[in-house]
């Protein structure tokens, strides 16, 4: 089913753009809490005439999320965790302990946000990227060490 985006989606697409979703998608989420409008000829017209608006939003999105990777681009964390005697963690180091330590740095970032493919279960370095706008994905460094 076609529709037309009214939001930016991070896992969909952008404001305005024209998308190929799932008609159950569509029915029960996107139509339903107005993310998104059917592309019937009516709404692409008025597309056209809200294009510019659009283009604004997508603007202004795009320069807060520039300004928001300057501030997190090349932040180190510093995370405590328990050590057996032989140097392996107790647990691991998960996403929610990322979002622990960048938020004692005054930082908020949701956990959607942060890519760790897999929990890290050792000490040392790790170099984790922060999605905060499609395209835009500063690093951010996390030093895990014994508490």
Do not use: H
Request: aromatic share 4%.
């Amino acid at each position: 089913m076609k529709v037309i985006l009214t939001e930016t989606i991070e896992s969909l697409g952008i404001i305005g753009s024209e998308m190929n979703v799932a008609k159950g998608y569509a029915r029960n989420f996107l139509l339903p809490q107005n993310k998104a409008m059917l592309a019937t000829p009516a709404n692409r017209k008025l597309l056209e005439q809200r294009r510019v608006k659009f283009e604004v939003q997508i603007a202004k999105e795009r320069g807060l999320a520039e300004e928001m990777a300057k501030r997190i681009d090349g932040i180190k964390c510093t995370i405590p965790a328990k050590i057996s005697d032989s140097s392996n963690l107790y647990g691991s180091v998960t996403v929610r302990d990322v979002i622990d330590a960048l938020a004692a740095q005054d930082i908020v970032v949701e956990k959607r946000m942060v890519l760790m493919s897999d929990p890290i279960k050792a000490l040392g370095t790790y170099p984790i990227a922060i999605r905060v706008y499609k395209g835009v994905e500063p690093q951010i460094t996390v030093e895990v060490i014994p508490e």
